[in-house]
């Protein structure tokens, strides 16, 4: 156990890291890819790129000052960091790397303010929550291990079809290229995929399973990222998919991670399932809805899917087909902007975002559990228009990435 003299200091750092948390997260960055270049593919360049990898681990920071004295309450966030550390293969040996840059990054940044007793007890702190994370990912590596058809590491999958669900999405399924059984998984769970990386290495990032446990193959979805404003870079790994993946080709695929996802067996099956997906955030949604319907096909599920306009919205056919077969299903489509030329609009869809108001109309009652999925803006306003609706915490479920505060902040 952390001692008391340890969480009065670090506690009463939480509103100097508070204020400059991201400078000093930026600095760390820098410092850590200088000195350890060897954990640098560990890291999306992206997020590098644009600041939130830099912004999430600022806030986590500060939620742990802020609450060390109370670490309960950073339960999720820590099963959250350990599923995503385990997807990336985080081993022990990482954490010392991680330690010795981060408290070199808080004395050079802070400077005299970084007092030999902060840094002592900053060193305790993080070893204290390094052991937490480290006994937590050992614990997923031998679940992985331990699942029918799982494993540890990564493991080559060959590509059995290549499928494009919209203009900007394809869609690859993938199995064990060793002849095993794909590995059991829950619904909202995701893979790791590596690649090679043009500097020589290779490269990581994290897709949703977008079908339901229990078929013959995996399934992800891929959205191809295009540069986000001018002179910022494409996604590396999704158009590398796109362009240089074919059928019969293999990838390296790590186990299924995530802690956001869906149990049917553990759901009351009386209480309705609302889904609602913004863009690309359809894949973990509709793996939900389809293994729920599968399981507990009495129970009401209502799924709302936000998108540009039809020319880049996936699998309407496969929704609209599940509602087809289960009348206890309803489907729903939200598009932001107008109807690409050439394609009719259904009289039924709705026009604009989704918001507390179509919610209301889909489910007059409100009483339900909610998952949601999408781009930042997107769960930003469906967090606050849930919770506005007095919708309790416990029934309202999501994986964001970024500082909580960015959630949390208002609409």
Known sequence: MLSNKTIAIVKSTAPVLEEGGEALTRHFYKRMFSHNPEVQHLFNPSNQFSGSQQRALAGAICAYA??????????GAVELIAQKHASLRILPEHYPIVGEN????????LGAAATDEIIDAWAEAYGFLADILIAREAQIYQEQQATPGGWQDFKPFKVIKKIKESANITSFYLVPADGAVPPAFKPGQYITVRVPSPCGHTTMRNYSLSDKPGQPHLRISVKRETPPVANTPAGYVSNYLHDNIEQDMTLQIAPP??????????????RPLV???GGIGVTPLLSMALAAQEHTPQRKIVFIHACLHENVQPFRSVLEETAAKNPNVSVHYCYSEAAPEGVTRSTEAHEGFVDAALVQKLLPDLQADYYFCGPKPFMIKIYHDLLGLGIPAHQVHFE???PRQE???AA
Request: a negative charge; proline letters at 5%.
């Open 257 to 270: 991670c995530g802690e956001f996802c869906l149990d049917p067996t553990s759901q009351n099956p009386e």
């Open 275 to 277: 889904l609602l997906a």
């Open 102 to 109: 981060l408290l070199a990054s808080i004395r050079e940044v």
């Open 66 to 75: 802020a609450n060390i004295d109370n670490l309960d309450a950073l339960g």
């Open 407 to 409: 959630l949390e902040k």
């Open 400 to 402: 964001f990435f970024g």
